[in-house]
């Protein structure tokens, strides 16, 4: 079969990006895989264009007559460079819109199943009008056309099942299966050691609130930089956070980061992407995680943080509620769009009632390394996905 991404080592940005990652790993043992992903950073074809594979995985680069094209039309451009690609292949499986229409393309072309990982829905962010213009409606159409006609759809929650069958109510819903992301918990485990805490000037010995995400109005940093105007003044926040979608929202972050800081000290922000190591120590020391995302199918960082065992204080949205269990591995704060400052206010409150009780807080995260373990393991992930797999193989 064949995996088709945007995402995959060593460009991985975001929770989709890791999802194909260790979803690839755990399958090579159980099918025969490829993977097609975007060549890294998207670089015009002409120069190196990728011929053939290296270790099973085609990196597909944008054509160079689209380099200065709409970013939505160089998807599709790639899109159709994947459709041919996988000739051959017996089952083609995508992952979010900008590889959706390529396993649309293959199944026509070659008469295969086509299976599809929802990880968000373009409906569901209206915001990325801001970052795409009218390629917003290119990626909506694209998206649209794949989950209509997959043949399977995989939906990693409960929450975003839900949000598929109302979003597109001509999606069969025998057709969409809950399989939840996962993550590795051997990798991400705790790490007691305090180099890179040192390195970026972070005193282990304060408390401290970790976000880490894109500066993108889903993941809702905004919200959580006006909370902290409202955190003890104890307390240390520290935003691994780049690749804003926009420079206006990229203007908006840096503009409140820079109110934060004139107003409290142990405010760090770290934009350049971390290697993994560095990320699971900050979250290891972290007294908590914060995730205030407005939008969030699932949230693999959440997961993330639980396997190093901190405690989550997370919006109440989409699938978290399935991964954070309110009280017991984290709390979790209502969110309303016509309410920004009520949740803001929430946030805070969270934020200092866990600090303010660093034994409850660090129940919290024992509890969440256990359920992470317990709970979402890739390996079974993997299963679960294969045996999706052989279903639709059986039906032809």
Not at 107 to 130: F, N
Request: with cysteine.
């Amino acid at each position: 079969m064949a995996l088709l991404t945007r995402e995959y080592p060593p460009d991985v940005y975001g929770g989709a990006g890791v999802h194909a990652e260790f979803l690839a790993r755990e399958l090579r043992s159980l099918t025969d895989l490829e993977v097609h992903c975007w060549t890294v950073g998207d670089r015009p074809a002409g120069s190196h264009p990728t011929r053939g594979a290296h270790d099973g995985v085609h990196r597909h680069p944008a054509p160079a007559e689209l380099a200065a094209a709409n970013p939505a039309l160089r998807t599709l451009g790639i899109d159709l460079a994947m459709a041919d690609a996988v000739a051959g292949r017996d089952l083609v499986h995508s992952h979010t819109w900008y590889a959706n229409l390529a396993g649309h393309l293959a199944k026509l072309l070659h008469g295969v199943p086509h299976v599809m990982t929802a990880h968000s829905l373009e409906p569901l962010r209206p915001w990325k009008a801001e970052q795409l213009g009218g390629g917003y409606a290119v990626s909506s159409w694209a998206e649209r056309t794949a989950i209509e006609a997959a043949d399977a759809v995989i939906a990693v929650s409960r929450g975003m099942r839900q949000d598929i069958l109302s979003c597109y109510p001509a999606v069969d819903p025998d057709k969409v299966h809950v399989i939840h992301n996962g993550i590795d918990t051997e990798l991400y485990r705790p790490d007691p050691a305090t180099a890179v805490l040192e390195h970026h000037g972070i005193d282990p010995g304060r408390p401290m609130v970790v976000f880490v995400g894109r500066i993108t109005r889903q993941k809702g940093v905004p919200h959580l930089l006006r909370a902290a105007r409202d955190f003890d003044p104890g307390i240390q926040l520290v935003l691994c956070a780049g690749a804003p979608d926009t420079e206006e929202i990229g203007q908006e972050f840096r503009g409140l980061v820079g109110a934060l800081r004139r107003q409290r000290e142990g405010v760090f922000w770290i934009p350049e992407m971390l290697p993994r190591g560095d990320v699971i120590q900050l979250l290891t020391h972290a007294t908590l995680f914060a995730c205030p995302s407005v939008y969030e199918p699932l949230g693999i960082v959440n997961l993330e943080a639980m396997a190093c065992g901190t405690a989550v204080v997370a919006s109440n949205v989409g699938g978290i509620p399935e991964v954070v269990d309110e009280g017991r591995t984290g709390l979790l704060v209502p969110y309303r769009e016509d309410d920004p400052a009520g949740f803001e206010a929430g946030l805070a409150t969270a934020v200092n009632t866990l600090v303010a009780d660093p034994a409850t807080a660090a129940e919290l995260g024992r509890a969440g390394r256990r359920r992470a373990v317990a709970e979402f393991g890739w390996p079974a992930v993997a299963r679960r996905t294969v045996g999706l797999y052989e279903q639709l193989a059986g039906r032809r």
